[in-house]
Structures are given as C-alpha cells and as structure tokens.
C-alpha cells in the first residue's frame, strides 16, 4: 500500500514531533476502537518500550473537566419522570412514558450539546409578534422558519395543536427543574456534562501536548472545547480526501467544508486534500446483488476465498462493515475454514440473544401463572415445556428437563404445580416459584441468569450476554428500589421490553488481530486494505434512524439543532472514508425486500454509479434452482417386511397377541402405505399435548363419559324411569371422563377455557343420547369399551396358512328382548348408508363407509364370541347429527335396506374380510400410495410423501 | 395560472402509465434544483416504490449525458429549455436528489401514512413506540385465544360459543371453532367494518339489547314457520280424514300435495318456497290436482272443492306476505351468534394492541382520519417535517375510500394554492376491491369532488406494450364483452319498476369503465411482428376420462417448445393463474416433465414463481425442519423418519425404503455426527444451530438447494429479530406461517414465470399463457368461499343495528338486502372481467388461453371469450376451428435455431459454512464475573473480582466514592454491594503499606499499557513512579500461585528497560487483603 493508514500517519507524526516524551501526549479521537489501532501503529514505530500516550475518547476527556457525573439511560428517565408528573397534570404510567422519556432526553441532550438556549427554544410564539425582540442571535432565515412554524397556530385550534401546545409550554419548566435536580445529585447527561465544560472552558497546562484526530461533525460544545484547547496549543488532525471536498454536493463533506471557514480550523484543513479516492480510477468497486440476506454473507465467504486463493490476502488488513447487525452470526458462521481469527467489534442486540429468550420464556411464565387457593401456584404448560426446552436450561439440567417435558406429556397436564415436577436443588425450585413486586421479579430473573450461566459448558458470549443483563437489571433494581416505581408484571414486562430493544451488546474485538468484523460507527477513523460492506441498501447504510423528536423539524431548523440531513451527512463521511486507502472494495446488497421494504441501493452507492469515475462492477448472484421432486414410495414384501407383518400371527386360543382392529383395516384400506408405516414399521404419531380438544380427544372423551355414566347400570334392565338419575350423573361422568385424561384431581379440576366448552358440548351431547335411550328403555347394557373380543382368521401364507388375529373396542352392547344391539358413538361425518357388503372393503369407491364397516366387524367379533346366542344382532351407530335430529335412526341401511340382524351377510362380509388380509399378507401386493390424494389430508405422513 | 390543476389519466394497458408519470415528475421537479422536494409521488407496493426511483435517477442520468431520448425531447420542449440548459437542469437536479435522497419522497401510501402518524403519536393519545404490524393474521390469532380464556368468565360469552359449537357438532363439522372465529374476525380489519367500529362496539358492550335483538329475529323466524307448518298439518289432517296421500295427487311431491309436504318441514329454503308450474294452476283449477288417469278423481275433486283449494290459496297468501321478512330474518340471523363473538373479539383486540404497543396496518386510517379531520394542512406539514405541494397517485383505481378520504384535504390545499396534482389509473384494472379498492373513486367520484374547474381528465390510447393483433383482438373482446356482460347482469335482476330501473342502470358502469377501451398502435411499432393469439375452448375427453384441465397440461410443455423454437426465451414467457392452487398445478407438472424422458433436449421447462415455490418445497428444508422437530422433541418419530427419508433424499438415493422406515435401524441412516453431536445441538441458538445442521448433513454441497436454504436462513433470522428465539415457538410459528414463506429469487432467472394475475399487474411478457382461464363471473358460486356483505338495512327491525354481517347469495333476492345483492353481483361481475382485462393485457406478442368448453349458461370468463369471439371472428379476420373449439389470430412467428444458453457463474459460489466459536477474539467483561462454582448460591458475582476492577479506577484514596458510583451507574454493583466493596476497600487502606501506594506523592499509572516495540502489549494493574523510582502492584484474586510472581517478575524486568533504576513489584492478594512483595 502506498497511502498510510490515518493512524499510522498520526503515529509516525506524535513519534517525530514528542519523541521523548510521547507519554505525556493526549490523543483524543471520536471514539475508543480508533486508540487501540493507533497505539498498535504507534509501538510498531519504537524501539524502546515507553509508557502509552493517554488516549481517550472525546467523550473521556470531556469528562475529565467536569465534576458531574454522566449517569444511565434508565436513571435519567425516571428522574425525568418525577419532573414530568409534577408539570403535566394526568401524566401516563411510566412504563408508557420511557418511550417519550427517551425522546425527550434525546431533545435535552441535543439542546445541550448545541449550547441552544432552552428557555427560548421552549416558548410558545403563537400569540407573540415580538420575535425579533427576543432571537436576536437568529438569522433573518431561521426566524423566518420559527414565525411560519407558529403561525399554523393562528387559525383554528384543534385539540392535537391544543396538546402539542400545552406540553410545549411546560418543557422549559421540566427542563431546567430536571437539569438543577440533576447537578444537585452531581449527575448529568452527557449534552450536559458538554454543556458545562463548553461554558466553563478549562484551564490548561500550555506545555501539554493535545491532538485531536479524526473528528468529522462536531456538536456546538465540541467544537467551542477544541477551538479553545487549539487556541491553547492543541493540535488537530482530519482525515479528508479531495473527491468529496472540493464537491459542493457531497454531503460528506459538508461539515468540513464549513470548518474550513473558520480561522481556527482553516490551517489544519491545508490544500491540497489527498486524492485518494480518485486516484483508484482504475480500480472497480465491485458491487454485489444478491436475493437474500444470507446469500450476501454466502457469497462474501466465497469471494474471500476467492481473493485468499489469488495469494494477496492478508485478514489483519480486511474489515466486514456491517450495516445491519444482525448479519454478525450469519457472518460468523460463513468465513472461510482458513480464515483462524475473527475480531469483533460492533454492537449486538440484546433481544437477539438466547438468553434474551429465556428471560422472555421466563416473564411469560409467571404471566400465565395462577394463585391456588393454598398460596401455591400452578404455571401453564406451554410455558413450561418451553422453558424445559430452551437451551440454556437443557445444558443445565438435561435429565430433569426431559424427564418433566416426559412427565407433562405423558400426563396431560395442563396446569403445573411445582410438586409435580421432578426437581434438582437450585434451578427448578428457582424458576418455579410466584414472584409479584418489581424488585422480586429482577432478583427471580437475575438468580435463573447467574444460575444458568455458571457452568463451564456455557460458552463466554453468552457469558457476556447474561452479564449485560444481570448489569442492567441491578441498575433498574436500584433505580426502582429509589424511587418506589411501584409497577405490577405486565408493567415491568411493557416496561422491560422497551429497555431492552435499544441495548447492544458491545462487542470489543481485543486484542488486535486476525479479519475484523465492524459495525459502521465502529471504523471511524481505520483504514483497511480489503473492505467488504453488506446490506447498502437504504434503511440500512444510510441507516432509516429513528430520529424523533419533540422539537418539529422547522423548529430545530430555525434553531440550529441538528435534522436528519446531518445523519445522512455523517454517514455518507463514514462511507466514503472507508474507500479512502481501500484496494479491493465489494458491496453487497439485497435486491428483494420484505413487506417493510428494503430492496433499494443505498443512495452512497447511486452517488458512485452516477458521479465518480470509478467503475461499480456489478454482479448478481444467482443461483439455478433444481429442485427435487417426490417418487413414489413403495414398499415392498420383502422378507424383512414380512417378518415385520409376522407380529399379528396369532395361535388359537390365545387372546392376549398383537392383533390388527377395525382401524387397523379401514386404515389399510384408505391406503397401503400409511398401514405400512402405522402398523408394520410402527412410526406412530406423536400426540403433542394441546388445551385445544382435537376431534380425537373430543371423541375419546366423549366414549368415557357414556362409559362412566353406564358404568353403574351394567348388566341390570335400565327402565324409562332411571333416566331421571341418570341425568343428573351427566355431569359427574363427563367430569370423570375429563380428570382421567388430563390425569387431575377429580375434586380440585379446575376447567378453563376452551375446555369448559368442550365439556358443555360433551354434555349436551350425552343428555341428548339419554334421551335416546330413555325412548328405547328399558334395555340392558352388557357390554361398555369390551376389549374382551377378538377372533382369528386363517390366511395364506406360503404353502399354507396361518392365523391373523383381530380384535376389537366395543363401545357399547345392549340387550333388549331378543336382540342385542352392537353401538358405536360417531362424532365426525359419518352416515349410515352402505351400497353394499362389498362397497365396505371397495378402496376406490369415494364413500366408502368406515363406520359401517366397523360396526359390523364389531358385530361379528360379538357373534363369533357368543354362539349361544340365538336372537338378533344390530349394528347400530349413534352420530352427533343425527342424535339431534328428529328423525333418530341408528340402522345401518345396505342397499337402502334397514340391518336389523346382521347374521345374514356376515358370511358375506367375512368373505370379504378374508381376501382383504390375503391381499395384505400377499407378497405381490406392495405397500404402496393412495391415488386419492384427499386421503392424505389427515394423514400424518404426508410430509414422507409430499402430499 | 391553469385552472385545471388536477389532471386525472385515464390509462389502459400498456399505454405508457408510468411513463406518463415519471414524465410528470420530471416535469415538476425541473423547475427548480430542489423543488423535488415538495412532490409525493404514492405508488401502490415497496417493488413499485424502488423501481419508479431508480427510474427518475435513470432517466435524469440519460438526459444529463445529453443521450437522445423521446421524454427528454418532450420534456425539453414543454419546459421550454434550451438543450444545453435542459441538460445542466438535469444534472443539477440529479446531483440534489442523490445528496438529498432522503426528501426524494416516492412512497406507499401506507408509509406515507405511517410517517404522518408517527409524528403526531404524541398528540393523538398514541403509544409512542408502537411498533407496526403487519402480519395481522397472526395477532388475530392470539387475540382469539385470549378471548376463549374469558370462557367460563364470562357468561354471555360463555353461552354464545357453547352454541355456535354445539351447533358445529350437531351439523357433524369438527366442534373446533376457533378457525371459524378467525376466519370471520377477518372481517374486524375491513374498512367496511372499521367505519363502523365504534357503534359496533358499544352495541357489543350492551349484551341485553344484542340479545333481545336476537330475540327479535328468532321470533319472526319461528311464528312464520310455525304458521307455514300449520297449514301444511291442516293439509295432511285433511287428507288423511279422506284417506289420500301425496301420491294420489298429480305429480306427487311434485304437485300440489307435495307443496303441504314442504310446508310441513321447516326451516324452509326461500327460493322454494314458491309454487312450480305443476302447482300453480291448483289455485284456481280442480283439475289441477289430480292426474286424468286417476280412478279416485271425484274424491279428490270433492276435498279440494271443498277445502284444499281455498287452503292452498291461503297458505299461499299468507306465505308471500311473510316471506320476505322470514327470509331477511333467515339471512341475518346466520351469522348472529359468530357476530357478537366477534364483538367480542374486537374489544380483546383493542386491549391487545394497547398491552403490546403495536399498531395494526389497518388502523392507520382511522387515526389518520382523526389528524386529517382536525388538522390544517400547513400544521401537520410542520409536524410530519414533509411539505408537498404536488401530489402524484398511481394505481388509483386501487385506492380505498379511506385513503382517498385522507389524502383530499391535503390535494384540496394543494390545489387551492394553485398546484399541480395528477392521479393515474385505469379503471378496468382494478382487481384489489378485495382490498378496499374503490375503482368508482376513479370512475367519477373524485370529478364530482373536486369539481369540474379543476378537473382535467385525459386519456393515454396507444398501446405500446402489444403487437398490433393482440391490441386488436383485447379491442374487440372487451368492448363486445363489456356489453354482454351487462346484458347478462340486467338479465339476473328480479325486481320490479323503478327498484329495477335503478338497479340496471348500474348496468351501465360495466360500459362506461369499458367505453375507452380501444387501443390505438403507436405508428413506431408498426413495423414489428405482428403477434399472434390462439383461445382454446377444450373439451373434456370422456374415453379416456381426462378432464379438460389435464389436456391443458399436458399441452403445456409442447407450447413451451413451441415458443422457444419461435426464438421466444424462457424468461419471456409467463403463466397467468388465478391463485396459488394452479401455480402448484403447473409448476409441479413442469417439473415432473422436466425430469421425466418426455423432456427434450436444448429446450428449458425451468419455471420460477414467487408464489407457488413455496420454502416448504424444498427437501433441504424439509429436512431442517424435521431436524429441528425431532430436536425439539424425540419422541416425535414421525419427525425422525421424515429426516431419515428426506436425508437419504438429499443424497440422491433411497434404494431401500423399506429399510430406513425401520424405527431400529435409524443410526445406519443418517450422519454419525447427528446422534453425536445431539446434545450439543439442542443446546444451540437457532441461527448457529441451522448452520451447523448444513455442515452435518452436507447441504452446503446441494447446488440446487442453494437458494432455499438461503431463504430459509432468511427466514430463520428474520423470525429471530421478531419473536422470542426458541425452537418451540420457532417451530409453531412456522407450522402456521410456512405456506407464506417464499424463495427470494433475483428477477434474471433462466425461467418461465408462474404467477397470479394480481401479481402481475404492471408487468409485461413477451408470451403470456392463461392455462386455466375459467373463473367464474360471480362470486364462488359453488359456495366454496363464503363472502361477507357487511349491510346496513333501513327497515326495522333489522336496522336497529347499523350494520350486519350477510352471507352472498342467490337467496337474498327475497329479502330485504335485495338491492345490497345486485351491487355486490355487479361489484363481482367488474372484478372477474377486470381479471380477465388484467390477464389478457401483459402479452407483447403471444397470447394463449385454455378453458373448458362452453355450457349451457354464460358463467364463466371463458363463456364470455367464446360467445364474443364465435359471433366476431370474421370480422376480426381470425380463423374458428370448430373441431378443436380453437380461435386463432395471426401468424405464429418464424422459427429460429435456437442457441443454447449458456449461464456461466461468475463466481465459483460455495456455500461456506463453518464454526466459528474458536477464532473470534472479543474482550469479555464477563469472564470473571460470574462464579465458576455453583455453591456461592446467593451472590452470583465474584467479590474479588469487582475489588480488582474497583482498585483500577482509584489512584488516591478520595477517589473511592466516585469510583463506586461509577460502577453503580454502570450496573455493575448494587447499593448494598457498594457498601460492602467500600468497607473491604477501607479494610485494605488500613495496611500501611498498601496505603503509601495510594499516597499523593506518586505518579501513578493504573491499566496504563505500555507500548514495546513488538510483540504484546502489557497493562500493569498499578504503577508509581516517583523519579527512577517504579513500584508495580498487580491485584489477584484466588489462593497465591507461582505464576503470578513470574507475571510481575517480567513487569519489573519491563519497568527496568524502560529506564527505572529502583524497580520493586507486589502481589495483592484482595480477598484477604495480603501482600507480597516480589
Ligand atoms: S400421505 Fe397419502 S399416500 Fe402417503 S401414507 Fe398418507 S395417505 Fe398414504
């Protein structure tokens, strides 16, 4: 390279000029990252060691001169806060005004750090013509402004000008009452701490060597401190290049332009400015359109290796500037395997972090916790699966997790106690406990970090992580604990959450060395050989800023406090700087936004294509897309495949094998694969516990509330008169039915929710059966949820045969005179009409009756068990709509015939059933799909077959 | 000065709109250097926001270079410049709008809108950091489950969705009626309903007059079907006295009997429940009742006589007097129950949005509304820092009321100061009603508004997108088929006299939308290729049992050989689809052909879709997302055999299914690094997490998978930034929202486009293929999709509220909201015929369509085409094949040898993935911070760690308050830390020794580095100096080891080569306050 980086410049300058005594030179520089390369530039010049020079940031050496103490964000805003609500009667709640805290602060410290007088800022000219009288100071211009602002005022009033004006007038009040409060207790904010020094400029010692160096725009306090420190011998060093200098339009140098003006600066600033940037006329800046986000980072990886392979690479002059910094970890994670060291140096969202999360799982779960009756209390178990799950907690304690994620599931639980958890010493009893007051609730969520964090297997950025929170909750611990902010949960976590979202992680990569990783504030003043840039898009580079302000943007104008148009200034300077010494620039950018945006070329790279002589070279990526379609699965009989279809072989006689049900069946007959994969290769469905009642469960629960409720009148003859009692036990059976399947106290169930629907629902289902069955009574029940029947049918297999055995649940058989009625409960769609027997096992037909099929295998079962019986059996099957309906029928109609006997077909229908498991234990026949894609809506496995 | 400063275009296809408007722009920004500035130019999305600025930079670059070009020349002469005035203009204005760029104010109305919001948050009572959300489906969620955890608390509320459930389970539909809640919510975040809000809400908040209005509704229904039932019963009780049934009667159920057999089975289906032919003349006739064959005629004479007749008679009577309010009744009383539920829901919500500080996007009108309204224009220019003068609005036809509403006072302001403001739309185009368009604002609304001194309305008519024979061929389909589809809306209209004049002459907006339609060629594309059109009309084939659809595609890929023969590339020829549904169709027939030995050699059938190549397609994906499941959870087996499959899918071979569904054998199928890593895996962040997933099961190798992999990770970080990161939530959220996650792909793709008309809206093709261009005309009329007419009645006592949710139908022809249904069906004629505008519009040179044939009543889009086109073709000069249903138009163009395309990459891309937690170097502030053992339970911090930290900042013992103070302010410490630190401080001072360190008399360095002139930089805890004397003190923490005395004898040794003769150096051992000296 042959331009020295600016550093190196100064270093070699404080070398030559203090040689003896370079300890005693103050650098001061806009920012800290900025002495960390200079004094590594600085060592590389000497041959003896020497104490370092002090180095400070210009905030640090400010501070040095004043005995107020700049304090936290969150302090000031409370203390603001105490101010606001004695001037503005009906004030918000402070978690609703830290929004407007910040902003007004942010005004303060603007006001400050431009030395504006506030009392005159803060008036209220609409009634006043006495303008001139008052601004003196102003430029023709700037009053001009201010009196076209006010004079919006002298039509109508309406009631947002009526607020705008009443907050308006009590500013100046609040401020200054805020400001005095402040330096009583000897603390500031920083435009103060500016606003102090700049008014009470310091003494100096004249034989002490100050340089200033790379500053760019100067507040109004900062430029009154170092004009009068040069005026008292201090240096001052700028970093410019002639590209945007002697160009009017160039935002970027704007300031430095005007600073030129001013006798102070005017020599510091000498012609001719180096030309740097055009000087590289010849060299391109590559810029890069990419689709996406993480194809930008991809491709960056690439394009470094590429270079790497061209020899010329060195990381320790390369930088990554990331605009938007939630790249880091995509970055991270795409660098090529040769690249050993990567320094960071930039600011990470904290919300971003996993930690963050926990703490977010964590407020949430007391949120949705619940006071018992016993001062106990019970958390929600989608909470608590989740704090379960989450990281940080799986490392900590792997086995309770999993054991009481298994525990939950297992038990339907929906409400957890922290009995019922399975529990280590410290962090279960910790985060399972019912906090309320503010202070409680930080001390909660600091025990849970310190605890989590502490082992050696938590790695040290997200040790850092949850130190910057355990950090900032003591600080709003103190600050709440001072001022008895009295907030109840929701209004910490609203309160919280708004702190949260503007904190970074300051990431400071030390010590020096290996490629180097930046935000854009973070290079001020550093020069890299090999400069790669993501996301120059607008609203990122320049980046859309927040910007907000009390103060209208013709006020601040009139005013002189700083606009946007001073952002986009400072960082067009941060942007063309950057290509200053640069030999290989590329830019990247995304090229398809979101819904918020995005997608557009940030204006700096515009202002290149359109106005410089260097060539943008641009290239997008893109990639071809071949993407893979589904085959069709088909499984075939080979001999593992058997063996696996083996397991329902059965010997006579003995009822307690493997044995395919009804479903099994109807299941095979929907489609041969799902069959295959439910009952062969036994990949079930995992049934995620849900406070939702699926129709599964609403099924199920269903069943057990018949059951329960006829439970007691098994096997007796239940007459019309019974039904009085036995409505009145509705209740209780539906009850039962619930407590079983969420494994909870019967006594102490407490439904909520969707829940007390699903057990309305229920009831009004199970009454409207009595009824039924009141109108059928009397009748014997004998037998309810009977898994007792099965039977064996004999099938080909190989030369000969073997027995595959069935079996079934009935949900109900009664008696009544001479026929027995074989009962299933439907909810669902289904009817009662069946083309025919063969209809039942036909898979092609479209509707394809599953109940009846059912049903009647039911029978069957029944009849095959039962030989002795003589009189008739009936298929029946009771369905939702039609229990409503007034036409009640239960019959199964085949060929719209009424079954009232089912004896007579079931030779046919076992016929049938026969050949359906001769074709299942076919060896021809493979396990393939269903053509009939509807089937596969419900199924399970649908993501296997990309249906 | 020009009185007519508001200029509205009226454009159609093709006719140079944005063109028109750039050159507006242009024209009003070179006035003066900075006076772009004052001009809001409101596009209608992001895409077109981006595309019209870079357009302006563009155009502005061209003429600056002094290029020749026709706007320039246009421009140069209206602006009345000189050429090398005009150009230095240019380039002025182009160097202020790219230093200034962020006053270039090309915008959505939405961000525009957002913009004004934000700067009156304060005033407006506004939370003031409310986020803005978009996702509202999402939030609707949410909302709908809080409102379900009031069951049980509420007892209304209770009961209303006990019903609305049991209702489900009682019609046998799944009792879950949260979907249906949601569903209909949608409707809270209409502007229909939201102009309405209020009044709604407080009806909501009065439980007993919702109830008794119910009551109202349930009692007009009831009596009238019990009346009705009455009468049927007499029937029967007096045919069964004489011993008839229905069967004796002429035609049976169909005939007079079987009307008292309707009668009978409430409730009744309206358009029924009128008398049919083979009924009506029993009113009046005997012989009316009765077949001529009957043997019992006489009996049956002697009971009609007698009674049945004058029964009939009454019945019928008292039936047309009723009906129309039962039915009103009937219709409105469908959606009562889910229409207090959603009141509910409204309130939830605002109680939603209040708690979380967020903003719905369809909120912003209102508030907007409210500033507007109050507000003069030069206030809110103050408070919002923006101040336009001139207006300039594309798409209008798609602007809602609302919008429009709120941009009227601020153009009003703007015209009444003599400004120039422009509007630009084609009515025939609009296809976003569903969206609150409102294509009448358009149409004449706003001329009425602003007045005719004002307005000044002008048309675009050339077309310079089309080739002659399409703009001929759109020419005469579209005026022909305005016609007819107006004759066909007058032909539905069952009313009567002046309802029905009224009525019919909304007839004439489908004419007067379309009287503009003819399009002009402009003379300089008159010597390009002609153009050429083919519209099949296809039959199903019923032999071989294929529908018309399934021949459609199996055309396709022939067609796409065809055109590439014709020298038509890939990427010029799009697909226009109705929805997302037939995007799939073709894209995974196209694929499928592709892949099969159907696909021929040097021709592409590559497709890209932004809509239908859905993430969820990708196998990588996939397998990440089942990953994440199965880590998630490991008993979910599912999860496992579908990362199995789709593992074994990524590496290209499944040979053995069967072996990997085998739930035992799993490990042999998948990466070891899986089953050892595991652990470690759920331990990670999401994002790490993913690129670790990459690397272990090789993805970064999958070539074609690049792109959604890229996506995904997209994705996956943007969820991060947005929701609580944990893999759970992740994974719900994803469940949920994946049919809305798509592959981000850059526009120069080697491809065919796949896309829905309303995608394509601004967009041009060289060959456009309509493959299923069969919507129906009206509303779903297989009722499929229900749609929501929110109507506010004026007859009591449905209009007791303001605004009821009516389902679209057929049967709302009886009822009170007759007129609402006509509207709504010409609303829904426009839409449809809009679409076909829309679609048959994008094509330059080739236009294709294909829809079933014909049927017997003009139904659908298609119906229209072939009705048009069979009655025209001649005169068009285009050939009708009759065989294959098919109009022909033109000359397809020559075939061309194609040459094969080569892409080459320009960079050898390679999808880098690798851990990076070994090499990053960052200074951690944490590392000693917390305790590494977890005994030390109730402090979590290390004591001596903070001692050393606090040492560092103190030279001389007075500092130490202020010290202490700092590290409180940073959060570091407590105020009960702070006073234990202290006392442990004072405690050390005690010691003599220590205490002389801190002397006055020392220059003392504390973290002071020293610089060697290679090599590391040392920082000593604390130095003194006084003369050639140095003394070096460095903290420690812990029990004493012997390499803390070789760290402080290297920093005497240091201390010595700077030059200091006395050198002596101590350890502080600060837990127990001990030094050595060294
Ligand atoms: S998705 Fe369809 S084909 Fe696949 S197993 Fe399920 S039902 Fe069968």
Redesign the pocket.
Known sequence: MTVLPFLKQIAQHVQSKYDDRIDEVTLVFPNQRAGLFFRKYLAEELSVPIWSPAILSMEDFVRQYCRLQATDKFTLIVELYQVYRKHISGAESFERFYYWGEMLLGDFEDIDKYLIDAKYLFTDLSNQKALDDYFDYLTHEQKKIIVEFWSTFSDQSSEEKKNFQMIWGKLYDIYSEFTTTLKNKNSAYTGLVYKEVANNLPKINKNQPIIFAGFNALTTSEERIITHFIEEGAEIKWDVDAYYMYDERQEAGSFLREYKKKKVFAKSLEEPYPTNIEDKNSTPIYLNAVAQKTGQVKLLGTIISEIQKQGNFNPEKTVIVLPDENLLFPVLNSLPESIKKINVTMGFPLVNTPIYSLVELLLELQQQSKEQSKGRCTFYYKNTLRVFKHPLIQQYIPQQALANIKNIESHNWIRINVDQLQADELIIPTVFQKVENTSDIIVYLQKVIGLVTVTDEVSLIEKEYAYQFYTQLNRIKEVVEQFRLDLDLAAFIRLFSQMMQSLRLPFTGEPLNGLQIMGVLETRNLDFENVFILSMNEGSFPSAGKGHSFVPYNIRKGYGLPTFDQQDAIYAYLFYRLLHKAEIVHLFYTTEGGVTGGGELSRFVQQLKYESKRPVELTTLSHTIAIKTQKPIVIEKSESVFEALKKYQVSPDDASQKRLTPSALNLYL??R??FY?RYVAEIYEYNELQDQIDPMVFGNLLHHAMENLYTQKRNVVIEKEDFKELKLLIDDAVKEAFATHYTEDIHNMELEGKRILAFEVIKKYVAQVLKRDSDYAPFEIVGLESKDYTINVDVEWGEGTILIGLKGIIDRIDLKGERIRVIDYKTGKDNRKVESVQSLFDRDASKRNKAAMQTILYSLLYVRNNQAFKGAVLPGVFNTKEAFSKKFDYHLEIEKEQVVNVKPILAEFEGYLKDLLSEMYSPFVPFD??EDEK??EN?P??GI?G? | MDNKSFVVYRSSAGSGKTYTLAKEYLKLALTRPTYFKHILAVTFTNKATAEMKSRIVDYLSIFSKGESHSMGHELMNELNLSEEDFQKQCGEVLSMILHNYSQFSIATIDAFFQKVIRSFSKEVGLHGGFQLELDQNEVLDKVVDDMFEEVGKDEVLTKWLINFASKKVEDSKSWDIKQDIVRFAKELFSEGYKGKEKELVAIASDKVFFKSFLAELNKITSDFEFSVKKYGQEAFAIMDEHELNVGDFFRKIQGPAGYFQKLQNPPFDVTKLQLNSYQRPALDTVEAWYTKKSNIKERIAAVVEDKLMLLLNESVQFVNDGLRAYATAQVAQKNMYAFGILLDVTSKLIEYKEREGIMLISDANTFLKKIVEDNDTPFIYEKTGAFYKNYLIDEFQDTSGFQWGNFFPLVQNSLSEGYKNLLVGDVKQSIYRWRGGDWQLLQHKVEDQIGSEYADIRRLNNNFRSAKNVIEVNNTLFNKGAKLLSELFIDKIELEGEEKEEVEKNALLIEQAYEDVAQLQPELNKEKYEGYLSFSFVKDNVEEEKKWSDIVLDRIPLLLENLQDRGVKVNEIAFLVRGGKHEKLIADYLIDYKNSDKAKKGYSYNIVSNESLMLGASHAVQLLIHTLQYLNNNNDQIALANLVYFYQASKGDITVPDKIFNAHAIEHFLPNDFFLQQLHLKKLPLVDLIEMLIRIFGLQKQEGEYTYIQSFQDVVLEYGMNHTGDTTSFLQWWDEFNHKQFVKLPEQANAARVMTIHKSKGLQFKAVIVPFCNWDIDHDSRGLKETRMWIDSDSPPFNAIPFLPINYGANLKKTEFEKAYYNEMLQAYMDNFNLLYVALTRAEDYLFTFSGEQGKEITCVSDLMFEVLKHNYKALNGSWNEESNVFRFGQLGEKEEVEAIIVKDEIPFQYISNSWQNKMAVKFSSETFFNTTADQQQSSINYGNLIHDLMARIITTDQLPKALDAMKFEGMITEKDKVELSSAVIKMFKNEEVLNWFDKKWQVKTEVPVLPKSGEMYRMDRVMISDEKAVVVDYKTGVPREKDKEQVKRYIRLLTEMGYSQVSGYLFYVEKAEVVSV
């Open positions: 929907d489609c694969l799902r994969f799909q269903t089937k596969c199924c496995y649908k077959c249906r």
